[in-house]
């Protein structure tokens, strides 16, 4: 579960406080009943940026590693798409690979939901979804998002404050020097054949690993990406990128998606709108207004895509865009990490 309503794609879950709902009891240990085959969990606190992470790392256990190293998919959200990542691994998604899920492990351990769910003091009630829910996006936004112009900010009431967003370009140096040499010193993985995947906000992530490290990843694939985030301010950096693509410094293979009933611009129901309390609603309402000339969910996408299609790169530089039929921006991520991985598995370096 995400704060806010389905309906309503991520800005909207970001402004919308949980609903009121019962209480799930949830008693410790967290049940894990079944494992992934031919994983590992691995959990480190970061020196960049002092939060903990959980990794889940699926290792090839039949194919040996080829003479360069296996590739190697680092997916975003891994908490919630290890078990959808690690499927698609098995099923054969292409050459054999490495897949490494970045979460926090939020599904292991109650103190770390309660922390993040912004629990009072002495607050001892049963963990529910809506507490998962609450910890989940404050570890997002914190780690997926670029920082925010005050003018562009959401209201206090939502928990996103200056401090609270913003840790993106950390978060990437949390990968790049700490996360990758933990997973070559467990697996032999080959470090010019790796992929990065992120969905909605962890979209955002992607494009912003793209425009300014296009060479950290031999694959980029941004599902759904959140472009609209702070005004687009996520472009500002797309023509540095045009130049290292067609100087020859970079040459990256770009996967683009979106679902095709996502909603390209924010048009909450009147019903949702209704539901919440006065203040609250006119918040919405001047959010959805200022956001209107920012970049639609699909258009964004799709537009981002055709300018990148159009760089003349190197041989090896690719750009796609794919829309998935029927389906929205909550139901998309299966399709999208499918062929994102079927992507950036399809051809060697």
């Known amino acids: 579960m995400k704060i806010g309503r389905a309906v309503v794609f991520a800005l909207l879950c970001s402004l919308v406080a949980a ?4 209480q799930i009891a949830i008693a410790p240990p967290w049940p894990a009943e079944v494992t992934v085959p031919f994983s590992h969990h691995l959990k480190f606190t970061s020196s960049i940026n002092g939060e903990s992470y959980t990794l889940l790392i699926q290792v090839p256990s039949i194919a040996p590693p080829p003479p ?3 590739p190697v998919i680092y997916v975003l959200d891994g908490d919630q798409f290890f078990g959808t990542a690690s499927d698609i691994n098995l099923a054969g998604a292409g050459r ?4 490494v899920a970045i979460g926090h492990g939020l599904l292991e351990d109650m103190a770390v939901v309660a922390q993040y769910a912004g629990r009072k003091a002495g607050d001892n ?3 529910g979804p809506a507490d998962i829910g609450q910890a989940t996006n404050a570890l997002r936004f914190h780690d997926l998002a670029l920082p925010v112009a005050p003018a562009h900010r959401a209201p206090a009431w939502t928990g996103l ?4 967003v913003g840790g993106l370009d950390d978060f990437l140096r949390v990968i790049e020097t700490e996360i ?3 997973v070559a010193a467990l697996v032999h993985i080959n470090p010019a054949d790796s992929a990065l995947f992120g969905h909605s906000i962890g979209g955002l992530a992607v494009l912003r690993a793209l425009f300014t490290e296009p060479t950290a990843f031999r694959t980029f694939i941004a599902a759904s990406p959140s472009i609209w ?4 301010s996520v472009l500002a950096d797309e023509n540095n990128f045009d130049k290292a693509v067609e100087s020859g410094r970079a040459s990256p293979r770009v996967l683009i998606t979106v679902g095709a009933e996502e909603p390209d611009k924010l048009d909450p129901p009147q019903a949702f709108l209704d539901s919440l309390p006065p203040d609250r609603k006119s918040d919405v309402i001047a959010y959805v207004k200022m956001a209107g000339s920012w970049e639609g969910m699909i258009s964004g996408a799709r537009n981002l895509a055709g300018r990148l299609g159009k760089l003349h790169g190197g041989s090896n530089y690719k750009v796609e865009f794919v829309s998935f039929p029927g389906e929205r921006h909550e139901t998309v991520p299966p399709a999208a990490l499918s062929r994102g991985m079927h992507f950036a598995l399809e051809t060697q370096p």
Do not use: C, E, F, H
């Open 19 to 22: 609903p009121a709902q019962a």
């Open 96 to 99: 054999t690979a490495v897949v």
């Open 229 to 232: 985030w702070d005004a687009n």
């Open 68 to 70: 360069g190293g296996y």
């Open 125 to 127: 009630s049963p963990i």
């Open 180 to 182: 990758k040499p933990k």
């Open 161 to 164: 404050t200056p401090d609270s």
